[in-house]
């Protein structure tokens, strides 16, 4: 074999070599690509912000993230690591493992490394248990932040290289015989896989094609007689060159796809709705952004398990598409939120009315039929509005129409940032007005309906700031949402004990939030400042709404459990307006149910309203549970509530909320007139 002919067999072995190599990297990066994607679509997601901050953070992290585990093609273990550095939730193929031991301590640094707002995941492989692992690790966030944010939870989902998964890439990539290896194999051709300290823990080997000696030998008996052969050969070589470049740009194309599109319902994500938006030329087609959340879309993930939500993810997706002529992008923009951008001039009303048609009847899948609504938020771009503010817009638009009910379509007006900037305010105010103790409590009377004397006082919470009275119903759901009703609850309840102790013959009832009881640490801070004041528990009787029966029964039971064997009371307010069971009333036990103030108001509507209450307090009788009527303002409804058997009234006619001081005075008559 001639000089020259050697080294062009080996300039083409060479050449296909740096293609295979080429082709390796690739694959490690449309690997890391996927699992990028698949963290960031899960990870900056105001549903998972809002719910791992919450109680049920646990349960909510192994619904969505670690059930799925078992079988999801995109990840084999899901683990969500809180502020405090401690694992929330840690899933390995369904079930429960230690992320620490799995992984080691390099996984802690990657944590770290991820706890603070990014748009982009953190991406390292790790030596474990089995094998190699890639992990892509992002702090849960919201998608808009309107504030500095605290410090995060943290969420990683892995891929394990198994075998599969290596065998997946040879086909993809081309690159028969891949395998993977502890160590580099000698006449093989290899790619390092590093870790998160650039150190190789393993290798991607295969065996060269060699097409240069393969096609040598195949002409050598021709190359004395006929130089044109190696011209012919030289030109394959050309011409495989030639396709590879083709092929490497389609897989460059493919990635940028893949970088743009949602994996599960091939719609845009959100990177390229941005980009999308960014395209689109402000001078020409009006454009109008319309955010979607499903309505009732958990419930189906609850009921028939993740892969049925996938395929209603699918089909809802495929109909949004094509519900308007002018919908000319489509955009999923994780969990149930899609976006749709209209380009023309169809009105709001037209477009709202063709994206909720698509939910009036249920849909069908595997022979179930499911039934799911549509929250809408809708913004139009006007001026030199940036994607991301017209998103923003969308996206408070949203939150309204999801709080003022379900199938509702809110259009974005500057009212909305006005408003949700007096809400900041008043938070800012609520913070301090709590940490300075200007929320005070006042007292209103329970009394007993054979005697007509005070037996208890209900603490009832007021604040007044600069602007006057700020109303209850406005504070503690605001109080609930920005978290810190636990520390205005045991504000409260230490404030009412420390005026109820003048007051040892009267037992004390403090209104508690189904948030503070679902809190594992809400037995533990009532009994704190129980001991902290030396208060009979005896002489304390928690009132919790039906709500709490049903948003988290289990915790709820627990802390009711360890708080009744310290001698406190619970009572169930606002009976008769809400779902709770027979079966939850005695699964509870409550000391004492309090009869909602509609049902007493309803006495005035005749006969019927008069049946209902009586059934509903015979209701209570038969359980065994003594029953308080709030919201009295007649005699007349006195009479009848006293008849129907309940023993404890509490409404104006006997008694409004009031000071300490009036409380007192109070008192001080009765002893006066007794």
């Known amino acids: 074999m001639s000089h020259t002919s050697l080294q062009r067999t080996r300039s083409a072995n060479e050449i296909d070599d740096a293609r295979a190599e080429r082709a390796a990297r690739a694959a490690i990066a449309a690997l890391a690509t996927q699992l990028d994607a698949t963290t960031k679509d899960n990870a900056v997601w105001d549903d998972a912000y809002t719910a ?13 993230w670690g059930k799925t585990s078992a079988d999801y093609p995109l990840y084999d273990g899901a683990i969500v690591i809180g502020p405090d550095g401690r694992a929330i939730s840690a899933y390995s193929k369904g079930n429960p493992f230690q992320p620490l031991e799995y992984f080691g301590k390099a996984f802690d640094r990657q944590i770290k490394a991820a706890a603070r707002p990014q748009s982009t995941p953190l991406l390292n492989f790790f030596r474990t248990e089995t094998g190699i692992a890639l992990v892509a690790t992002l702090a849960i966030q919201p998608f808009e932040a309107t504030a500095e944010l605290p410090k995060l939870s943290v969420l990683s989902f892995y891929k394990e290289l198994t075998p599969a998964v290596i065998d997946t890439l040879s086909d993809e990539h081309e690159l028969e015989g891949l395998r993977l290896q502890s160590t580099p194999e000698p006449g093989l051709l290899n790619a390092a896989i590093k870790d998160i300290d650039g150190a190789p823990i393993a290798y991607l080997v295969w065996p060269s094609k060699a097409p240069g000696s393969a096609v040598f030998h195949k002409v ?37 796809i893949e970088a743009n599109h949602d994996s599960l319902s091939g719609l845009l994500n959100r990177h390229g709705l941005l980009n999308r938006l960014e395209q689109s030329d402000s001078s020409g087609p009006a454009v109008s952004l319309y955010l979607i959340d499903l309505d009732g879309f958990k419930a189906v993930n609850d009921a028939w398990g993740h892969a049925v939500g996938d395929e209603l993810i699918h089909i809802v997706a495929k109909a949004l598409q094509r519900c308007h002529p002018e919908i000319l992008a489509s955009a999923r923009l994780g969990g149930d939120e899609f976006a749709l951008l209209q380009f023309g001039s169809a009105s709001d009303r037209e477009i709202e009315e063709s994206i909720l048609r698509l939910f009036v009847d249920p849909f069908k899948i595997g022979g179930r039929t499911i039934e799911v609504g549509a929250s809408i938020g809708i913004a139009a771009r006007t001026g030199s ?17 999801k709080e003022n009910g379900k199938g509702q379509a809110v259009a974005y007006d500057v009212e909305l940032d006005r408003e949700r900037q007096r809400l900041a305010e008043l938070e800012s105010e609520l913070r301090s007005a709590i940490s300075d103790g200007v929320i005070e409590p006042v007292f209103q009377p329970l009394v007993c309906a054979s005697r007509g004397t005070i037996i208890g006082l209900e603490a009832l919470a007021r604040w007044r700031n600069i602007a006057g009275e700020i109303s ?52 533990a801070q009532v009994t704190a400042v129980l001991q902290e004041l030396a208060f ?12 709490v029966l049903m948003t988290n029964p289990d915790q709820a039971r627990r802390s009711i459990d360890q708080l009744r064997q310290i001698g406190i009371k619970f009572a169930l307010d606002d009976f008769g307006c809400g779902y709770a069971s027979i079966g939850a009333l005695r699964q509870f036990g409550f000391d004492r149910m309090k009869i909602d103030r509609s049902l007493v108001a309803g006495l005035e509507e005749g006969a019927n309203g008069v049946d209902v209450l009586r059934a509903t307090v015979a209701l209570a009788i038969a359980l065994d549970i003594p029953v308080t009527a709030e919201g009295i303002e007649t005699r007349r409804q006195a009479e009848i509530l006293r008849d129907s058997g309940c023993d404890q009234f509490q409404g104006y006619l006997v008694g409004k909320p009031m000071s300490a001081g009036e409380v007192q005075d109070r008192l001080r008559q009765e002893a006066a007139a007794a």
């Not at 994607?387 to 949203?398: G, W, Y």
């Not at 009979?536 to 709500?547: A, V």
């Open 536 to 547: 009979d528990p005896n002489h304390l009787t928690l009132e919790i709404t039906e709500s």
């Open 385 to 401: 509005v940036t994607p991301l503010e017209l998103l923003r817009r969308a996206d408070m638009a949203l939150y309204r129409a």
């Open 220 to 256: 050598y008996p021709y190359v004395a007689a006929a130089a044109g052969i190696l011209v012919l050969f030289l030109g394959g070589v050309l011409l495989a060159g030639a396709s590879e470049t083709r092929r490497l740009r389609r897989l460059a194309e493919a990635a940028r």
């Open 52 to 64: 791992i901050g919450s109680p049920s953070a646990a349960d909510w992290a192994y619904e969505n």
């Open 472 to 523: 209850p119903e406005v504070f503690i759901p605001l109080a609930e949402k920005s978290g810190l009703i636990d520390a205005l609850g045991v504000h409260m309840l230490r404030t009412s004990i420390s005026h109820a102790k003048n007051w040892p013959q009267l037992s004390l009832s403090v209104n508690v939030s189904p948030i503070q009881l679902c809190n594992p640490g809400f037995a």
